[in-house]
């Protein structure tokens, strides 16, 4: 039960860039992926699984992750 709640914290966090991502519109919505993959790191731990863990911290980490690729993309193309 806790691992399931742990991967739906992940696919949640994913399911949150979809419109600022997918769509181009802006949507504060990611902002939810810090409370709920903070939520999903404890579930992980509790539930003892290390890739979970690395899952809910990449996701934690997304905002930056994606910033700099966004970064690096409009570097390589100008």
């Known amino acids: 039960m806790v691992k399931a709640l742990a991967v739906s914290t992940i696919i949640i966090s994913l399911l949150l860039w979809v419109p600022n991502v997918v769509f181009q519109k802006a949507s504060t919505l990611w902002m939810f992926t810090f ?3 903070g939520i999903g790191v404890g579930l ?5 699984s290390k890739i ?4 809910n911290i990449i996701t934690f980490f997304s905002f930056f992750i994606i910033m700099f690729l966004g970064y690096i993309f409009v570097f390589l193309t100008e």
Do not use: E
């Not at 992980?44 to 003892?48: L, N, P, T």
């Not at 979970?52 to 899952?55: H, K, P, S, V, Y």
């Open 35 to 37: 409370v709920l993959s």
């Open 44 to 48: 992980s731990v509790y539930a003892k």
């Open 52 to 55: 979970l863990i690395i899952g």
